[in-house]
């Protein structure tokens, strides 16, 4: 009888661990872009559902010719924090040239 019920117990927190969902998660692989003159920067395993401001972009010189190589979706933004009516949505693989600008980036 005891078996039983340590079997059940057993069965019961394994399901659970398997039903919850896993909320933090990264978008494997690389995101890359250009700063200032054409100054190489990015990054990797960027974490999904958080808006990134990109590191070296400025008010006055945005990045650009960003280069989706993660396994997400990414949606960059010409204003910092995700905001504003300039977006592009990028599928992974995507490249972009340099009149593409942004400041900030969520990955699906």
């Known amino acids: ?4 019920t340590t079997a059940a117990a057993a069965l ?3 399901t659970l ?12 692989g690389e995101f890359l872009y250009k700063v ?7 990054m990797v395993e960027p974490e999904s559902g958080d ?29 910092f924090n995700c905001e504003g009516d300039t977006y592009y949505v990028m ?7 340099n009149r593409l600008k942004l400041r900030s980036v969520i990955f699906s």
Do not use: Q, W
């Open 1 to 4: 009888m005891r078996l039983r």
């Open 17 to 28: 661990l398997l039903a919850v969902p896993n909320t933090a998660h990264a978008a494997h």
């Open 91 to 97: 599928n992974p693989g995507k490249k972009l040239g």
């Open 12 to 14: 019961g927190a394994l």
């Open 51 to 79: 808006c990134i401001n990109l590191f070296g972009a400025t008010e006055e010189h945005p990045a650009f010719a960003p280069e989706n190589f993660t396994t997400s979706t990414a949606t960059v933004f010409l204003d």
């Open 36 to 42: 200032g003159p054409g100054i190489p920067a990015g």
